[in-house]
């Protein structure tokens, strides 16, 4: 059971509609089922149909966290040692709190209620879904950090973009980033500003696929240095923005493939640790999803791409 209190100046407003805005992964089935089911309260009262709340209301939710978070019924683990487990994070679920205090499990949550020692080393967007990699104790942990400083960490992505028309089949390109703090969206500029303290980045992508009838293509894309929102921000620069993204995308492209979450997959790790490290015995292991996990998300059947 979760307890939510309607926030200061939030007047004559939908239960329903704020329960859901509360709550975006919730299936709107599941809580109307709720609903008939007299699962919600408000104000101590039990309710079977939507009324209005108004600021400081209390709503009581009697859904269980798997349904209310949309959160995996089971963790999927893709590949596992005596050093690492690597994790698969479905689309909609948070990495990490970040340090924040937040009433949403994470996967980190979910892992260490089975592994307690297991500590995230990187993180995936929300709406990203692929590969998470874990260390289990905190000498791994700063092997993998270190690997992926020093590059001996390829991180390959899965996305599907809009517009099928690409200048070229597959490209670098370097490019220099700008993430704004307080909105958290990130610009990309061709050239450096030396007034600003714009990151370099380099990007590569090459394309697997594209479809014409519906002006989209499906990109491999291997990013050299980690920024935030990179591969979507640069996506976006080059007017390949991935299908689905609410903050780099176009919404009428978004609207037209009824996809309205980002549709990039970390889909492969390359590891290539020196023979110093304890994780030389990765080196030039090749940790792979599934294509099971990505392809055909909008209904077009194609060979698999990693094979590209």
Same mark, same amino acid.
């Given at each position: 059971?979760?307890?939510?209190? !309607?926030?200061? &100046?939030? /007047?004559?407003?939908?239960? *329903?509609?704020?329960?859901?805005?509360?709550?975006? $992964? %919730? @299936? +709107?089935?599941?809580?109307?089922?709720?609903?008939?089911?007299?699962?919600?309260?408000?104000?101590?009262?039990?309710?079977?149909?939507? !009324?209005?709340? &108004?600021? /400081?209301?209390?709503?009581? *939710?009697?859904?269980?966290?798997?349904?209310?978070? $949309? %959160? @995996? +019924?089971?963790?999927?683990?893709?590949?596992?040692?005596?050093?690492?487990?690597?994790?698969?994070?479905?689309?909609?679920?948070?990495?990490?709190?970040?340090?924040?205090?937040?009433?949403?499990?994470?996967?980190?949550?979910?892992?260490?209620?089975?592994?307690?020692?297991?500590?995230?080393?990187?993180?995936?967007?929300?709406?990203?879904?692929?590969?998470?990699?874990?260390?289990?104790?905190?000498?791994?942990?700063?092997?993998?950090?270190?690997?992926?400083?020093?590059?001996?960490?390829?991180?390959?992505?899965?996305?599907?973009?809009?517009?099928?028309?690409?200048?070229?089949?597959?490209?670098?390109?370097?490019?220099?980033?700008?993430?704004?703090?307080?909105?958290?969206?990130?610009?990309?500029?061709?050239?450096?500003?030396?007034?600003?303290?714009?990151?370099?980045?380099?990007?590569?992508?090459?394309?697997?696929?594209?479809?014409?009838?519906?002006?989209?293509?499906?990109?491999?894309?291997?990013?050299?240095?980690?920024?935030?929102?990179?591969?979507?921000?640069?996506?976006?620069?080059?007017?390949?923005?991935?299908?689905?993204?609410?903050?780099?995308?176009?919404?009428?492209?978004?609207?037209?493939?009824?996809?309205?979450?980002?549709?990039?997959?970390?889909?492969?790790?390359?590891?290539?640790?020196?023979?110093?490290?304890?994780?030389?015995?990765?080196?030039?292991?090749?940790?792979?999803?599934?294509?099971?996990?990505?392809?055909?998300?909008?209904?077009?059947?194609?060979?698999?791409?990693?094979?590209?």
């Amino acid at each position: 059971m979760k307890t939510i209190i !309607v926030e200061k &100046n939030k /007047n004559n407003i939908s239960a *329903i509609n704020y329960i859901l805005d509360k709550f975006p $992964n %919730l @299936p +709107k089935a599941s809580l109307f089922k709720a609903l008939r089911n007299k699962d919600i309260k408000v104000n101590g009262k039990r309710i079977n149909k939507d !009324v209005i709340v &108004n600021e /400081n209301d209390k709503i009581d *939710i009697y859904i269980s966290d798997i349904v209310l978070f $949309n %959160l @995996p +019924k089971k963790i999927e683990y893709i590949y596992d040692d005596e050093n690492i487990a690597i994790v698969y994070k479905p689309q909609g679920i948070l990495s990490n709190n970040e340090g924040k205090d937040i009433i949403e499990p994470t996967l980190d949550d979910l892992v260490k209620k089975e592994h307690p020692e297991y500590i995230i080393c990187h993180r995936l967007d929300r709406n990203t879904s692929g590969l998470l990699i874990f260390a289990k104790n905190d000498d791994i942990n700063q092997e993998i950090q270190s690997g992926f400083k020093n590059n001996c960490i390829t991180k390959e992505y899965i996305s599907y973009v809009s517009n099928c028309n690409f200048s070229k089949n597959e490209d670098t390109i370097t490019n220099y980033i700008d993430i704004n703090k307080k909105s958290g969206i990130a610009k990309i500029y061709d050239e450096n500003n030396n007034k600003r303290n714009f990151k370099k980045i380099t990007t590569s992508y090459k394309v697997l696929y594209t479809s014409k009838k519906r002006n989209y293509g499906i990109v491999k894309v291997l990013i050299h240095n980690g920024k935030t929102h990179q591969i979507r921000s640069v996506l976006s620069h080059i007017n390949h923005p991935i299908i689905g993204d609410p903050k780099y995308g176009k919404n009428e492209i978004n609207k037209a493939f009824k996809k309205y979450k980002q549709l990039l997959f970390a889909v492969r790790y390359k590891f290539n640790f020196n023979e110093n490290s304890k994780l030389y015995y990765l080196k030039n292991k090749d940790i792979l999803l599934d294509d099971n996990y990505y392809k055909n998300y909008i209904g077009d059947i194609y060979e698999k791409v990693t094979k590209c």
